[in-house]
């Protein structure tokens, strides 16, 4: 029996299909997750999350949020998330570069901003980790 | 009767007002469309959240977590969104009507302009005022609402609440006062979420235990500000979307008054035209029979 898997975020529903096998990036290191998994609610880290239907492998990039798995619907909360093709590295690139700048340069700035630019650095570089598996 | 010059003066106006209230609309009408379908592109987020918390309140007995316990409010915070533009129709004022009515000590945290202006004439006591694009964009929100849960964690403010114009529909947008924190006991709490969130949030049939990782009382830890933060994303979204509804109507309303308004002048326009000729011919007529 498939699974579905659905990654939700603020601004959309990023991927809605049903799947074979889903690898999560948790923050206890990655999951795997198989039709007929017990009921699990786990911590999402910044990471790769990789789908397989059929013989066919997809990547995303996700950065913190939440996964729960009940029955055979896997469904993950995410503040970000992107598939590999919708990855622009150009503009990932000069993001992580201006966030990196900004990092390098305030030294102190509030912690919040400081976070955010964290994440933001993180985010990106998993992203192009995604991007560029492929080569 | 005015002067057939005056009254061209008047309609010249008068149609460049209807120009510009036109555009407007028009602006107005095309952003709440996004708007909308921004509000609308987070319900499903809204949902998986509120079913993740139902699944959780089942397993964790009542947590001494800090936005569960309800503590005595000595001073509350209060979040206000309004708009950063004026002429919205009667959108802020309500809003402001509402904060008149608070009397118990509080912190004031603004999005908009417009509310931060209120907030500095009432001379009410502002902490901080975050400026949302139209875009609004999560991180934007996110900035705030960190801000205020860390206060609230400080235990500079005991409550987090919202006012904000919700949006029911284009026509109707009501000026509402939103607990956020503290969340009450947990379960009350989830079967409420569920309920707003529409739709299916129940804990689904599978009843197989759950597996925290890495525990639930850190999921929950982690879960909740989480909650928080997209909490009040979701109203301030509801509220981009009252605004540009509100200011379509308003604009729509200027528009239809200028149309009347233009009629009217028009009407006026050419009896004063035909009595100037009606007299001038009496006048000729006159002359020719003294003649």
Known sequence: MPLTLEIVTPEARVYSDTIDTVVIPTVEGEVGILPGHIPLLTQVAHGELRVTKGNQTQWLAVSGGFAEVEGDRVSILAEHAITEEKIDENAVEAAMMRAEQELRVAKNIDPQQYEHLQSLVRYSGVQLAVKRRRR | ?291
Do not use: C, W
């Not at chain 2, 008047?10 to 028009?26: C, D, G, H, P």
């Not at chain 2, 592109?41 to 139902?54: D, E, V």
């Not at chain 2, 005022?129 to 609004?136: G, H, I, L």
């Open chain 2, 1 to 291: 009767m005015a002067s057939t010059r005056e009254i061209r003066r008047r309609i010249k106006s008068v149609k460049n007002t209807r120009q510009i209230t036109k555009a407007m609309e028009l602006v107005a009408a095309s952003k709440m469309k996004k708007a909308q379908q921004l509000a609308l592109a987070g319900r499903p987020y809204s949902q998986l959240m509120a079913r993740m918390l139902a699944a959780l309140a089942d397993r964790v007995e009542e947590s001494q977590h800090p936005f569960l316990v309800e503590r005595p409010v000595k001073t509350r915070g209060i979040l206000l969104v309004t708009t950063d533009k004026g002429l919205a129709g009667p959108l802020n004022a309500n809003l402001f009507k509402l904060v008149m009515d608070i009397k118990t000590p509080a912190k004031y945290y603004v999005i908009g302009r417009k509310g931060s202006q209120f907030i500095a004439r009432t001379k009410r006591d502002m902490v901080a005022d975050f400026q949302v694009t139209d875009r609004a964009a999560f991180s934007e929100v996110k900035v705030a609402a960190e801000f205020m849960v860390k206060q609230y964690l400080e235990g500079v403010i005991d409550t987090i609440e919202v006012i904000y114009p919700r949006f029911t529909n284009t026509l109707v947008q009501e000026p509402t006062l939103r607990p956020v924190l503290p969340l009450g006991s947990l379960k009350d709490f989830v079967s409420q979420t569920s309920a707003t969130a529409g739709g299916d949030a129940r804990v689904a049939a599978d009843t197989r235990e759950i597996l925290f990782e890495p525990s639930a009382a850190q999921v929950l830890e982690a879960l909740l500000p989480f909650y928080v933060n997209r909490h009040l994303y979701q109203l301030v979204l509801s509220a981009k979307a009252s605004e540009h509804s509100a200011r379509m109507v308003a604009m729509k309303t200027a528009k239809d008054n200028a149309t009347k308004l233009l009629g009217d002048l028009t009407l006026e326009y050419n009896k004063a035209r035909q009595a100037a000729i009606t007299q001038e011919i009496l006048e000729i007529a006159a002359a020719q029979f003294a003649a």
